[in-house]
T-cell receptor
Framework: GAVVSQHPSWVICKSGTSVKIECRSLDFQATTMFWYRQFPKQSLMLMATSNEGSKATYEQGVEKDKFLINHASLTLSTLTVTSAHPEDSSFYIC????????????FGPGTRLTVL | LAKTTQPISMDSYEGQEVNITCSHNNIATNDYITWYQQFPSQGPRFIIQGYKTKVTNEVASLFIPADRKSSTLSLPRVSLSDTAVYYCLVGAPRNFGNEKLTFGTGTRLTIIP
């Protein structure tokens, strides 16, 4: 139980294009999901908290107009990187807060974004 | 959010028991302690969670002293596949409105054959 998926697992795009990453909780409903970013050899950095049916809460320093988050259902949150640039290349990981479990965050497998 | 401090790296031989200690001096009353394992290019995997004393599951044990200012993850008889980064996190359940987790540097555990 408590499986979280992400799609795509990797994506390569040209600078200036937008990329959408999906995060799904497969066997549980998640009113709250989180989006993280991880650069090589570094720890995970929280970007935003996504709540179903409401606007996402962004961490300080994260541009909300650049990283659009939509949590339209209890099992799906999406992160759109708009007008991507090479410095946005990173490993993006989502997590979902379990319900009926001990409030544990369950993480997706991550999405590797490379912007050329 | 309670800050955590862990050793940056540890080495151990196969078959040994490995103990990774995490300090969280300003842990709050409602905070739980959770450990995750991360392999390269993968999302973190939940290992174990606890509030106080000792918790054991099929893969690890978690020891938390009475003052809760530290915790120790114990991995019995490690194998090469246990080589990974281990993160200790402290956070409160959703009902207390502080379910965000802050990742520290983690401990890079290397198992030597």
């Amino acid at each position: 139980g408590a499986v979280v998926s992400q799609h795509p697992s990797w994506v390569i795009c040209k600078s200036g294009t937008s990329v959408k990453i999906e995060c799904r909780s497969l066997d549980f409903q998640a009113t709250t999901m989180f989006w993280y970013r991880q650069f090589p050899k570094q720890s995970l950095m929280l970007m935003a908290t996504s709540n179903e049916g409401s606007k996402a809460t962004y961490e300080q320093g994260v541009e909300k107009d650049k990283f659009l988050i939509n949590h339209a259902s209890l099992t799906l949150s999406t992160l759109t990187v708009t007008s991507a640039h090479p410095e946005d290349s990173s490993f993006y990981i989502c997590s979902a807060l379990g319900t009926g479990y001990t409030d544990t965050q369950y993480f997706g497998p991550g999405t590797r974004l490379t912007v050329l | 959010l309670a800050k955590t401090t862990q050793p940056i790296s540890m080495d151990s031989y196969e078959g040994q028991e490995v103990n990774i200690t995490c300090s969280h001096n300003n842990i709050a009353t409602n905070d739980y302690i959770t450990w995750y394992q991360q392999f390269p290019s993968q999302g973190p995997r939940f290992i174990i969670q606890g509030y106080k004393t000792k918790v054991t599951n099929e893969v690890a044990s978690l020891f938390i002293p009475a003052d809760r200012k530290s915790s120790t993850l114990s991995l019995p008889r490690v194998s090469l596949s246990d080589t990974a980064v281990y993160y200790c996190l402290v956070g409160a359940p959703r009902n207390f409105g502080n379910e965000k987790l802050t990742f520290g540097t983690g401990t890079r555990l290397t198992i030597i054959p």
